[in-house]
């Protein structure tokens, strides 16, 4: 448990670079637990809910001074598997921490646990887009994955949404399932168009330490991820949208012009911003915390005015241009590595010029001026690039 001098040093650098114009609310609750997912969410534990969203109330609170949300993004977990008055208590919680609308203002929704009802609390709350977890419209993948939906349920919650008025909705999938053909990998991305979403996300399936997925790849019940193939699932996934007219505008999401997400482009960008909720993250300059993981002992925390903070830490310059390279590489724009060097005291350009020139020559990446992005052949090795560029 933090002492109130770590808080209060903690407060004082928050305060130092307020106001925090991004700002990330995280919902850890589940109807069911996916076998693939490492994320902080947790099935079964409807109980917990009401006393979670006021222990997130009583944190957004906490943080109420040194905020001024551009984009807010409510992720989990399922946001949408609260009950509608519980999800209207803390998009209220949300909004009363924003001294003005937030311009973008995003909540991930379960198509198996979008209602009419939701879908207007939503509409009412100011949230101005709404994240579709879709993963594929393979019913027999989606099983596989343990997903609580459909693809008929995702595309009646497609309607249900352009229904309420959302003019920004962005659609997840995943990529390269184990038994997922090519063939059935273009399939979603056809259907997935045909939704017409203005965003797509698209990341292969990782297997994540602790899942069952992983448990079961490692006794043979499921092939091992495999780099060639996961790359040609990823091509055919650029074919299909770009031929769509959305542009690949970081190395798995796609958008229609002007419809890229703000909130994640700041994380891609470095920029700082405020977690709450179990187990987020805060990032403010060099400093970065996590909350507590776990539900209950989050809801103690912060209903006993302790707070709870899992750990804390600063970056050292070097981690810091690791962390700004890995991001921003994963952007088409790219990253100014003269910006980097001024925020961080370590020059790339002249740390690593022949690595530069040799990437540059590979057509891995492209230079102008002090900024470098990668082409689509360097987005396909992008973690090759950042070790060559940080070693
Ligand atoms: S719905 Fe999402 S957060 Fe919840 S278990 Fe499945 S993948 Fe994880």
Known sequence: MPTATEADRRRARVRAAAPIAHLYVHFP???????????NSHAQREAEIDAYVEALGVELDRWRDCLAPETVFVGGGTPTHAAPHQLARYLTHVRAACPAPPAEFTVEANPGSLTPAKVEVLAGAGVTRVSVGVQSFDDALLRRLGRI???????????????????????DLILAL?????????????????????????????????TAFTRAMRAGRLPAPDDDRELEYLHVVRAG????????????????????CRHNLAYWRDADWLGVGAGAHSHVGAWRWKNEDGPSRYIAGQLQGAGAIAFEEASDPKTRVLEKLMMGLRLAEGVDLGAVGAATGV?????????????????????????????????????????????
Request: charge should be neutral; hydrophobic fraction near 40%; aromatic fraction near 10%.
């Open 178 to 210: 184990p038994g997922q053909t090519l063939a059935a990998q273009e399939r979603d991305v056809r259907q997935a168009v045909a939704l017409a979403p203005e965003h797509v996300s698209a990341y292969v399936l990782t297997y994540e330490e602790g």
């Open 241 to 260: 949208l770009e031929g769509a007219g959305y542009r690949r505008y970081e190395i798995s999401n796609y958008a229609r012009a002007g419809a890229e």
């Open 29 to 39: 609750f589940c109807a069911r637990k996916c076998p693939y997912c490492d994320f």
């Open 347 to 391: 020059d790339v350009l002249r740390r690593r010029p022949e690595r530069l020139a040799l990437y540059e020559r590979e057509g891995l990446l492209v230079r102008e001026g002090p900024r470098v992005r990668l082409t689509p052949r360097g987005f396909d090795v992008v973690n090759a690039v950042v070790r060559g560029l940080t070693a």
């Open 149 to 171: 939906h459909d693809a008929q349920e995702a595309e009646a919650a497609f309607a249900l949404l352009r229904a309420g008025g959302f003019e920004h909705l962005s659609l």
